[in-house]
Nanobody, 115 residues
C-alpha cells in the first residue's frame, strides 16, 4: 500500500531554514508527480509546490524564490527546502501523490516560524 512519511518540521526563527523530507513506499516513485501542501490553523489546506516525474516544478506565488522542491528517485524521497522562513509559513506540511484519482497523504510535519 502507498505510504508517505514526512519529517523535518521544527520551530525556527524568522529568516531561518528547514528541509522537509517525504519518504514514499508502496508504488513506483519515479512514475508519479509529488506535491507538498500545507495547512495553517483555521485555514484550508493549500498547495505549496509540485514536482513532475521529469523534475519540472511549480510553486505558489508566496513561496517562489524561497522554497525549492526536489526529488531523489533512488531514495524514493521528495524534499522541500525552505529558506527565509516567515511567520505566515507556519503550518502542518503534507506530502501528497495522486494515483488514478485517489489522493494519498502523509501524516504531516509541523513547521512553526517565530517572529
Amino acid at each position: 500500500q502507498v505510504q508517505l512519511v514526512e519529517s523535518g518540521g521544527d520551530l525556527v526563527q524568522t529568516g531561518g531554514s528547514l528541509r522537509l523530507s517525504c519518504v514514499a513506499s508502496g508504488f513506483t516513485f519515479s512514475s508519479y508527480a509529488m506535491l507538498w501542501y500545507r495547512q495553517a490553523p483555521g485555514k484550508a489546506r493549500e498547495l505549496v509546490a509540485t514536482i513532475s516525474m521529469a523534475g519540472s516544478t511549480t510553486y505558489r506565488d508566496s513561496v517562489k524564490g524561497r522554497f525549492t522542491i526536489s526529488r531523489v528517485n533512488a531514495k524514493n524521497t521528495v524534499y522541500l527546502q525552505m529558506n527565509s522562513l516567515k511567520p505566515e509559513d507556519t503550518a502542518v506540511y503534507y506530502c501528497n501523490t495522486v494515483h488514478w484519482g485517489t489522493n494519498y497523504w502523509g501524516q504531516g510535519t509541523q513547521v512553526t516560524v517565530s517572529s
